[in-house]
């Protein structure tokens, strides 16, 4: 388990995650019934970005760095607003102490009523996450493996509510092991809200995890990617997510999202590319 986020929190992956993430919490809040947050692979859940790791790679530089830099088109302010209000304003000198992570964007949108359940793995990094999730009555930190998490929390007793499935991809196998999660998780509870995050880099290996969960019975598949840069190139450029029963605003919002983002984000001189499409219908 080599696999640290520390070196990569904020980054151009992040920030696609996570603004989609904040808008699918966004969306559900809306309605007043209480729901759940399950995040199988949950991390630290707040991040130094003047510390040793962040430091070192830099590569919040080219996402929430460079997000907050530029000017948010007015007609993408009410998208943006959700993940935006999580992460806060940066510094008088435009640099950042902190950066949120999936359980901290959804500790500050989520109401009293709501829940959250959050796995971690890496032993330090639990006792990280629980100091950083505070006293904080709806979180509940588990330690151990997600996968093995999350089946044991579904159907969850709120009946509405969204799992986020964001693996480090550090290990062969674990495009099969994401599938087999969704495809498990989807037959416990149909309902639920899932999304799944996955690195753009092998093509051939994206194709088959995701012509594998559309082939799997699940309805209401949207596919969301966006790269900023050469997928064959040095380090990672693409940022997938595949989101199954998300609200039906989300995909119209991503077509809205990925064309700023792509330009705001991409890196000079190498190709941008995003999508967002159905992989699956009702
Ligand atoms: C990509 S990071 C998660 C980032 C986080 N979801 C966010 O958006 O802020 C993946 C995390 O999964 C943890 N991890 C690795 N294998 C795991 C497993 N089998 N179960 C739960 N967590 C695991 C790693 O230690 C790492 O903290």
Known sequence: MNYRHAFHAGNFADVVKHALLARILAYMIAKPAPLRFVDTHAGLGVYDLSGDEAS??????????R????AVPADLGEILAPYLAAVGPAGPD?????????PAVAQWLLRPEDRLTLCELHPE??????ANMGRDRRVRVLAGDGYGALNAALPPPERRGLVLIDPPFEKPGEFDALQAALVRAYRKWPTGTYMAW??????????????????????RILQIHLLVGDPDGGPLAGSGLVVINPPFTLKAEAEAL?????ATLGRPGEPTEWTARWLAGE
């Open 56 to 65: 070192r790679t830099g590569e919040w530089r080219g996402g929430i760095g």
């Open 198 to 219: 996955y690195p753009l880099k092998d093509r051939a290996a994206v194709g088959r995890f995701v012509n594998g969960v559309a082939v799997a019975g699940l309805r």
């Open 125 to 130: 990094d639990v006792e990280t996450l629980r």
């Open 94 to 102: 435009g640099s950042w102490r902190t950066y949120p992570g999936s």
């Open 258 to 262: 990925l064309p700023w983002l792509a």
């Open 67 to 70: 997000l907050a830099a530029a």
